[in-house]
């Protein structure tokens, strides 16, 4: 079965300071990842994902993520926070077949000005 | 394009009582995906429709069921309310096939009195 780990439930950032959400996955096979993002009240809206390729991927809103198949890591950075950014992150995975995903648990970004 | 629409927004019912909830998948998703989101147990997969029938299923008890339309539109039930069941019930609608990406709606949120 598939499990998604994301360390650190709530992530402090200074605006204009690095974001950095750490993401790893168990899986047998390597999977499709994703990143999503929600707002307060709001539903999931996709940041980027990885399914092949190249391993460095840009997203929206200035978000990369980098997948380390040695690792089983794909962590979300963002090199200038901004107040916007402020928000509840959730990595995923899914398998090839079907349209399951596996959610971590999630981390909420507070942005200090 | 429009995206994926949910209905109700907001639910209120009483505990024994039922519920239907709507989602309405971007044109052209045949994949409809439900989840269920609380704070304790984070983002769980509920079911997936895909042409008319139930694909994947997640670990949830028998009260909760679904359905999806020719039309691909999909509903959940829930029977026999418990406490528990109060959360947001989030609709994601994708093309077939894992890698592609799933659009959720806003959500319904579910409190059960």
């Known amino acids: 079965a598939q499990s998604v780990t994301q360390l650190g439930s709530h992530v402090s950032v200074s605006e204009g300071a690095l974001v950095l959400l750490r993401c790893n996955y168990s899986s047998s096979v390597p999977p499709y990842l994703f990143w999503y993002v929600q707002y307060p009240n709001q539903g999931l809206q996709l940041l980027l994902k990885y399914t092949t390729g190249a391993t460095l991927v840009k997203g929206i809103n200035g978000f990369e993520a980098e997948f380390k198949k040695s690792e089983t890591s794909f962590h979300l950075t963002k090199p200038s926070a901004h107040m916007s950014d402020a928000a509840e992150y959730f990595c995923?995975?899914?398998?090839?077949?079907?349209?399951?995903?596996?959610f971590g648990g999630g981390t909420r970004v507070l942005v200090k000005p | 394009k429009a995206g994926v629409t949910q209905t109700p927004r907001y639910l209120i019912k009483t505990r024994g009582q039922q519920v239907t909830l709507s989602c309405s998948p971007i044109?052209?998703?045949?994949?409809v995906s439900w989840y269920q989101q609380t704070p304790g147990q984070g983002l769980q997969f509920l079911f997936e429709y895909f042409s008319e029938t139930q694909r994947n299923k997640g670990n949830f008890p028998g009260r909760f069921s679904g359905r999806q339309f020719s039309n691909s539109r999909s509903e959940m039930n829930v029977s026999t309310l418990e406490l528990g069941d109060s959360a947001l019930y989030l609709c994601?609608?994708?093309?077939?096939?894992?890698?592609?990406?799933?659009?959720f709606g806003p959500g319904t949120r579910l409190t059960v009195t």
């Open positions: 995923a995975v899914s398998k090839a077949a079907g349209n399951k995903l596996t």
């Open positions: 994601a609608s994708s093309l077939d096939g894992g890698q592609y990406e799933q659009y």
């Open positions: 044109s052209g998703h045949r994949s």
